[in-house]
Protein backbone atom coordinates (compact mmCIF):
# COMPACT_ATOMS: atom_id res chain seq x y z
CA UNK A 1 0.00 0.00 0.00
CA UNK A 2 2.70 2.16 0.56
CA UNK A 3 4.11 2.07 -2.89
CA UNK A 4 0.92 3.25 -3.79
CA UNK A 5 1.04 6.56 -2.18
CA UNK A 6 4.81 6.87 -3.29
CA UNK A 7 3.72 6.45 -6.74
CA UNK A 8 0.33 8.96 -6.48
CA UNK A 9 1.62 11.31 -4.15
CA UNK A 10 -1.03 14.26 -4.99
CA UNK A 11 -1.89 16.30 -7.31
CA UNK A 12 2.00 17.84 -7.58
CA UNK A 13 2.91 14.50 -9.39
CA UNK A 14 0.31 14.59 -12.01
CA UNK A 15 0.84 16.69 -14.88
CA UNK A 16 -1.56 19.13 -16.38
CA UNK A 17 -3.04 18.80 -19.65
CA UNK A 18 -2.44 21.47 -21.84
CA UNK A 19 -5.83 23.15 -23.15
CA UNK A 20 -6.03 24.66 -26.42
CA UNK A 21 -5.54 28.28 -26.96
CA UNK A 22 -7.95 30.87 -26.64
CA UNK A 23 -7.02 32.39 -29.47
CA UNK A 24 -8.26 29.18 -31.58
CA UNK A 25 -11.18 30.25 -33.04
CA UNK A 26 -9.71 33.53 -34.04
CA UNK A 27 -6.80 31.46 -35.69
CA UNK A 28 -8.97 29.29 -37.90
CA UNK A 29 -11.20 32.07 -39.12
CA UNK A 30 -7.88 33.76 -40.22
CA UNK A 31 -7.36 30.53 -42.31
CA UNK A 32 -10.65 30.47 -43.49
CA UNK A 33 -10.58 33.80 -44.47
CA UNK A 34 -7.38 32.78 -46.39
CA UNK A 35 -8.38 30.07 -47.85
CA UNK A 36 -11.81 31.36 -49.32
CA UNK A 37 -9.21 34.27 -50.18
CA UNK A 38 -6.48 32.27 -52.42
CA UNK A 39 -9.53 29.59 -53.73
CA UNK A 40 -11.16 33.27 -55.29
CA UNK A 41 -7.84 34.13 -56.83
CA UNK A 42 -6.87 31.06 -58.16
CA UNK A 43 -10.74 30.98 -59.53
CA UNK A 44 -10.64 34.61 -60.80
CA UNK A 45 -7.28 33.63 -62.40
CA UNK A 46 -9.07 31.01 -64.79
CA UNK A 47 -11.54 32.97 -65.29
CA UNK A 48 -9.63 35.66 -66.48
CA UNK A 49 -8.60 33.56 -69.21
CA UNK A 50 -11.91 31.91 -70.12
CA UNK A 51 -10.95 28.36 -68.24
CA UNK A 52 -8.97 27.47 -70.65
CA UNK A 53 -7.02 24.35 -69.84
CA UNK A 54 -3.54 26.15 -69.53
CA UNK A 55 -5.18 28.64 -67.07
CA UNK A 56 -6.70 26.00 -65.14
CA UNK A 57 -3.59 25.47 -62.57
CA UNK A 58 -4.73 28.63 -61.08
CA UNK A 59 -7.98 27.21 -59.94
CA UNK A 60 -6.51 23.94 -58.97
CA UNK A 61 -3.71 25.56 -56.92
CA UNK A 62 -6.21 28.23 -55.13
CA UNK A 63 -8.50 25.45 -54.34
CA UNK A 64 -5.94 23.44 -52.99
CA UNK A 65 -4.82 25.99 -51.02
CA UNK A 66 -7.61 26.88 -49.61
CA UNK A 67 -8.58 23.17 -48.41
CA UNK A 68 -5.36 22.53 -46.75
CA UNK A 69 -5.55 25.68 -45.06
CA UNK A 70 -9.09 25.01 -44.06
CA UNK A 71 -8.03 21.77 -43.22
CA UNK A 72 -5.86 23.29 -41.06
CA UNK A 73 -8.22 25.06 -39.36
CA UNK A 74 -10.44 22.04 -38.41
CA UNK A 75 -7.38 20.61 -36.73
CA UNK A 76 -6.89 23.57 -34.47
CA UNK A 77 -10.79 23.79 -33.68
CA UNK A 78 -10.71 19.87 -32.78
CA UNK A 79 -10.22 20.75 -29.02
CA UNK A 80 -7.37 18.62 -28.96
CA UNK A 81 -4.29 20.41 -27.91
CA UNK A 82 -1.72 17.98 -30.32
CA UNK A 83 -4.03 18.22 -33.20
CA UNK A 84 -4.06 22.37 -32.48
CA UNK A 85 -0.32 22.19 -32.34
CA UNK A 86 -0.31 20.27 -35.51
CA UNK A 87 -2.97 22.40 -37.24
CA UNK A 88 -1.16 25.72 -36.93
CA UNK A 89 2.09 25.00 -36.85
CA UNK A 90 1.18 23.28 -40.90
CA UNK A 91 -0.69 26.58 -40.67
CA UNK A 92 1.92 28.91 -40.48
CA UNK A 93 4.68 26.99 -42.77
CA UNK A 94 2.18 26.99 -45.62
CA UNK A 95 1.44 30.88 -45.62
CA UNK A 96 5.40 31.26 -44.99
CA UNK A 97 5.47 28.58 -48.19
CA UNK A 98 2.79 30.89 -49.81
CA UNK A 99 4.28 34.01 -49.26
CA UNK A 100 7.89 33.11 -50.78
CA UNK A 101 5.98 31.22 -53.73
CA UNK A 102 3.66 34.89 -54.34
CA UNK A 103 7.24 36.76 -54.06
CA UNK A 104 8.72 34.42 -56.55
CA UNK A 105 6.20 34.76 -58.80
CA UNK A 106 5.26 38.35 -58.90
CA UNK A 107 9.07 38.89 -59.32
CA UNK A 108 9.04 36.57 -62.49
CA UNK A 109 5.73 38.32 -63.70
CA UNK A 110 7.48 41.59 -63.28
CA UNK A 111 10.50 40.91 -65.04
CA UNK A 112 8.51 38.80 -68.45
CA UNK A 113 6.54 41.02 -70.21
CA UNK A 114 4.35 37.67 -71.51
CA UNK A 115 3.29 37.27 -67.69
CA UNK A 116 2.80 41.01 -66.82
CA UNK A 117 -0.72 40.55 -66.83
CA UNK A 118 -0.47 38.22 -63.77
CA UNK A 119 1.68 40.57 -61.54
CA UNK A 120 -1.94 42.18 -60.12
CA UNK A 121 -3.14 38.57 -59.26
CA UNK A 122 0.50 37.60 -57.78
CA UNK A 123 0.56 41.01 -55.78
CA UNK A 124 -2.88 40.27 -54.37
CA UNK A 125 -2.20 37.43 -53.41
CA UNK A 126 1.25 37.90 -51.95
CA UNK A 127 -0.05 41.19 -50.15
CA UNK A 128 -3.14 38.62 -48.47
CA UNK A 129 -0.54 35.80 -47.59
CA UNK A 130 1.85 38.29 -45.92
CA UNK A 131 -1.17 39.53 -43.84
CA UNK A 132 -2.97 36.64 -42.97
CA UNK A 133 0.54 35.10 -41.55
CA UNK A 134 1.16 38.51 -39.64
CA UNK A 135 -2.27 38.37 -37.94
CA UNK A 136 -1.71 34.60 -37.25
CA UNK A 137 1.86 35.75 -35.66
CA UNK A 138 0.03 38.46 -33.64
CA UNK A 139 -2.41 35.88 -32.62
CA UNK A 140 0.09 33.17 -30.72
CA UNK A 141 -0.28 32.57 -27.34
CA UNK A 142 1.65 34.71 -25.08
CA UNK A 143 3.87 33.17 -22.76
CA UNK A 144 2.17 33.54 -18.92
CA UNK A 145 5.25 35.66 -16.72
CA UNK A 146 4.82 33.77 -13.54
CA UNK A 147 5.60 36.22 -10.43
Not at 18 to 36: D, F, G, H
Not at 56 to 82: D, E, F, P
Not at 110 to 121: I, Y
Request: aromatic share 6%; with cysteine; charged share 15%.
Amino acid sequence: MTNDNNKNNGASSKKKKKEVPMSALSSATVLIVQSIFLSGCGLYGAASNDWSSSAMHSAYAGMGAGLVLSICATLMMSGSYILYMIGVHIALLLQGLFVLVFGIQSYKASQDPAKADRLPLFLTMLLGSIVSLGVMIQLKPKKKKEA
